[in-house]
Structures are given as C-alpha cells and as structure tokens.
C-alpha cells in the first residue's frame, strides 16, 4: 500500500543529465540560503557599526553569489 513507482528514462545521457540538474538546484539552493545570511550579516554590522562582522557579512554574500550561480560559471568556463 502506498509504494509509488518509479520510472527512469532509458536514455543514459538524459539520466545524468537530470542528476546534474537535480545537484545544481540543491547548489543552487544552499548558495541563496548563504546570500540571505551575508545580507542578513551586512545589515546586523550595519546597525552595530562593526567593521569586522560588516568584512564577514560582505564575504559571505560574495560567496553566497558565486555559489548560487555556479552552473552558469562553469558554462561560461567550458563554453
């Protein structure tokens, strides 16, 4: 009761290809949830005034951004 059927493609390159989309979106995920965090950061060192946390915050944004787009990168990259 309940088991669900799971169908997968016959084609080996449509196979990989949807595993490639699948860990690029969950990439793609953990790189929006840092983006949120570095402006959640910058925000925070805003109001503190602290320098330190302000050098994080901007850190973890950039990083949050090159993450979040790295698929594209990489297409950019191999061309």
């Not at 929006?32 to 402006?39: M, Q």
């Not at 050098?55 to 973890?60: E, I, S």
């Amino acid at each position: 009761l309940g088991a669900g059927m799971a169908f997968a493609d016959g084609d080996p390159i449509q196979v990989v290809n949807n595993l490639s989309n699948f860990i690029f979106s969950m990439i793609r995920a953990i790189g929006l949830i840092l983006l949120g965090l570095g402006i959640m950061q910058v925000g925070l060192s805003l109001k503190s005034h602290d320098p330190s946390q302000r050098a994080n915050g901007f850190l973890t944004l950039a990083g949050g951004i090159i993450i979040t787009f790295t698929k594209e990168i990489l297409a950019m990259i191999t061309g």
